[in-house]
Every structure is written in structure tokens, then in C-alpha cells.
């Protein structure tokens, strides 16, 4: 009988011959994302514009009403900004071993998931996803209570394409 220690074995590895995650080319994602962001942030800025109007109506004219307004406009055009920036950002990629997301401009996020960790994939499609033709795709790991990765913005039959992809890469690995 062998013992534990000849059955074990925990090889240094050398990093500089590990696969580089940024020599990959990302897939980007549907600009009808960034248009779903658009429509969100205008939706929010007519509510709190209208909220304002109100103010408006019923308060008497102070400084600090207009004051108010300059802040919401501000605010409201640095999330126009932001979700123009990001459009540009989103990346996936798929890859023999594991599913690569990047996103971020300032501070650039990336999340490499073997597939060995991924528990299931999932679709979904909000209420604007449906108007624009878009699906986000939900990757759920072990041990994790929400999906760990989200990739939104993906075109319906790409979002399909890729959960049976990673559907047949589980399996590949289960029986590896």
C-alpha cells in the first residue's frame, strides 16, 4: 500500500510560463447596452427633473433650488458619461480552460473563471433587454449566493450560443 506522501504531489509552478489573461482578443458586447443605459439614466432624470418642477411650483424662488438643479444635471451627466465609457470597456472571452470578463475604464475589473468552478449558467432579459433584443448571461461558481459574473448586453442567440458552450464544457470537465 502506497503511502499519503507518495500519492501527493505539489509541484512549484513557474508564473512566467503561465497563459497571460490580457494577450486574449475580447469579444465586446451589443452598443444596445449602452442604449439601455441611456434610457434608464433618463428615465431617473425626468422623475427627479419633475420632482423639481414641483419643488419649483409650490416653494418659494430661493438660490438653493437652482442650486439643486445644477447638482442634478452634474450628476446625471457624469452617468452619460460613464455608461458611454464602459460600453467601450466590456470584453469577454472564451477560452479552452476558463471564461475571461473585463470591465472598467478607470479601475479596469477582470474575472477569469475555470469552468471547473462554474455551478450553472443562466439567461436573463429585463423588461428593456426585451425591447432592445438583449439577453445577460448569469454565471454562477461554487460557494457564491448570486451570479459571480454577469455579461450583459449580449445579443439573444450569442447569449444561447455561449450557455450551451459552457454547458458542454461542464460536462467535458465532470468526466476528465
Not at 452598443?31 to 420632482?51: E, M
Not at 452634474?74 to 480552460?97: C, D, H, I, T, W
Amino acid at each position: 500500500m502506497d503511502s499519503v506522501e507518495s500519492q501527493f504531489t505539489n509541484q512549484q509552478i513557474n508564473i512566467d510560463l503561465l497563459p497571460d489573461h490580457q494577450a486574449v482578443d475580447f469579444e465586446t458586447i451589443s452598443k444596445k447596452k449602452q442604449t439601455k443605459s441611456f434610457y434608464q439614466i433618463t428615465i431617473g432624470l425626468v422623475i427627479l427633473l419633475a420632482g423639481w418642477a414641483v419643488l419649483f411650483y409650490f416653494l418659494p424662488m430661493h438660490w438653493s433650488l437652482y442650486l439643486v438643479l445644477g447638482i442634478l444635471l452634474l450628476v446625471f451627466g457624469f452617468a452619460y458619461l460613464n455608461a458611454s465609457l464602459l460600453q467601450k470597456k466590456y470584453g469577454y472571452a472564451l477560452r479552452e480552460k476558463d471564461l475571461i470578463y473585463r470591465r472598467g475604464y478607470l479601475i479596469t475589473k477582470t474575472t477569469v473563471i475555470p469552468f471547473n468552478r462554474i455551478q450553472h449558467v443562466s439567461i436573463s432579459r429585463g423588461v428593456f433587454d426585451k425591447a432592445l433584443g438583449i439577453s445577460t448571461l448569469k454565471i454562477f461558481t461554487a460557494g457564491g449566493q448570486g451570479s459571480d459574473v454577469s455579461i450583459p448586453g449580449l445579443l439573444p442567440n450569442l447569449a444561447v450560443n455561449l450557455k450551451e458552450a459552457v454547458a458542454k464544457k461542464l460536462t467535458v470537465e465532470e468526466y476528465e
